[in-house]
């Protein structure tokens, strides 16, 4: 029924647009376009896909589309500037009409002028940076320069703005467009991180500068902070077409142990011969003890160093929700027929306290546990008597906690007909 109104009355309006005359429906469209940026944007799209200008007038046309945009999307922006967000609709809406503005610029002939207009609309959020677009605003702004000019015409606008980001943003379009000096710079304000030295030795190297490049990296390897990844493999790249072997190894070592998993573990055994490993085994064996317990336990049961394994997983608290818990709780199940009253006992912590009310979803975690608890007594230990002991007791410490009831009945096999 509504559908057959809504066909009516576009029929109707069909039916009046054809009895105006043109000057009636032009006073019409801007009348609307003017009072509504959205609606300006659509005609504008709609006219240009089908009316063909000269070169000038299609470049004004573009602008006006692009400065609709605009329009249309600054209120939401400012709403979320101001108070430092909004709601997901909102952020959501904002951000698709910012990459449409990126888009439309990335494809339009805007003139320089209107271009540097548009950067000073964009300029005042990037400044203030509480929006939680500064992606999409950069994207925006990026996309708002043409050739060398605008490029350099926007390093220096975000160099006024005499923030942090805007800065590292600047210094990075002077090092895209060549401007050396202005580069060199901006760089020198702060070398603290590995990504800072990083950043000028890959600048000198690519300046031809191959000595100052090295120099410049092992400083960062003695004085910087922070994630050193970059630097390390830069290094380790000049080390290994110098035919430096050691200390190609040594700078692998350090990257594969900072974060060491049993994967990066793997990788850097790969690169090492039979003799080189023996060197570096006692090592990485002493890293290991450093690792993340999770990826502990997986280096362990790699090396089939059983007994550590089982003690490393014995100091964790189970849980089937914390992250890397499915790893622990997959090592635990390849242990169970060599350690199976240690693994049990892991089990059992699991199951935490039965004798408290607690929400529904805690008797979920709390059922997965007791299943699991149930196979080490019925599958692994042979002893289902001790099972069944157990599970009354539970069972009947519990009779009017019904949720709990409920969820173990779900997950462990003939709870309900204890």
């Known amino acids: 029924m509504r559908k057959q109104k809504k066909n009516k009355a576009a029929s109707r309006l069909g039916e009046i647009i054809q009895a105006s005359d043109t000057a009636v429906l032009r006073q019409l469209v801007e009348r609307l376009a003017s009072a509504r940026p959205d609606v300006r944007r659509e005609c504008l799209d709609f006219l240009q896909q089908h009316v063909a200008l000269a070169p000038p007038a299609k470049a004004d046309a573009e602008a006006e589309t692009v400065f609709a945009l605009w329009q249309e999307l600054e209120p939401d922006l400012a709403e979320l500037d101001e108070y430092g967000g909004g709601d997901h609709d909102t952020e959501d809406h904002v951000g698709e009409l910012l990459y449409e503005l990126f888009t439309k610029l990335k494809k339009s002939h805007l003139t320089s002028d209107d ?15 509480n929006a939680g677009m500064d992606d999409a605003l950069y994207d925006v702004a990026y996309a708002a320069c043409s050739d060398k000019e605008d490029w350099r015409h926007l390093a220096q606008r975000l160099e006024e703005l005499g923030k942090d980001w805007p800065l590292d943003h600047a ?19 702060r070398m603290e991180y590995g990504a800072d030295y990083h950043d000028l030795a890959t600048f000198y190297w690519e300046q031809g500068d191959r000595e100052q490049a090295l120099v410049i990296a092992r400083e960062g390897m003695r004085k910087g902070k922070g994630r050193m990844d970059d630097l390390r493999i830069f290094l380790a790249d000049r080390a290994k077409k110098s035919g430096d072997r050691q200390g190609y190894l040594e700078l692998q070592f350090s990257q594969a142990t ?27 064996h002493a890293a290991t003890a450093k690792a993340w317990p999770e990826q502990q336990l997986k280096i362990h049961l790699h090396r089939e160093e059983y007994d550590q394994a089982i003690r490393v997983l014995t100091t964790l608290p189970y849980s089937d929700s914390r992250y890397g818990a499915d790893d622990a709780l997959k090592i635990a199940a390849q242990l169970e027929q060599r350690y199976p009253d240690q693994v049990l006992a892991f089990y059992m912590l699991g199951l935490g306290n039965l004798n408290q009310n607690s929400p529904r979803e805690t008797y979920a975690h709390k059922a997965k546990a007791a299943e699991k608890v149930r196979h080490m007594w019925v599958d692994i230990i042979k002893a289902p008597a001790k099972w069944e002991a157990w599970a009354k007791r539970v069972k009947t410490l519990n009779l009017r906690r019904s949720a709990l009831q409920q969820e173990f009945a779900k997950v462990v096999p003939d709870w309900s007909t204890l």
């Open 171 to 189: 210094r990075r379009i002077y090092r895209k467009i060549g401007d050396q000096d202005k580069f060199l710079a901006l760089r020198s304000r």
């Open 258 to 284: 900072e974060r060491l998993s049993l994967a990066s573990y793997q990788a850097f055994k790969k690169l090492c011969s039979a003799e080189e490993w023996k060197t570096f085994e006692p090592r990485m």
């Open 115 to 129: 271009r540097r207009s548009l950067l000073e609309e964009v300029l005042p959020y990037i400044r203030s940076g």
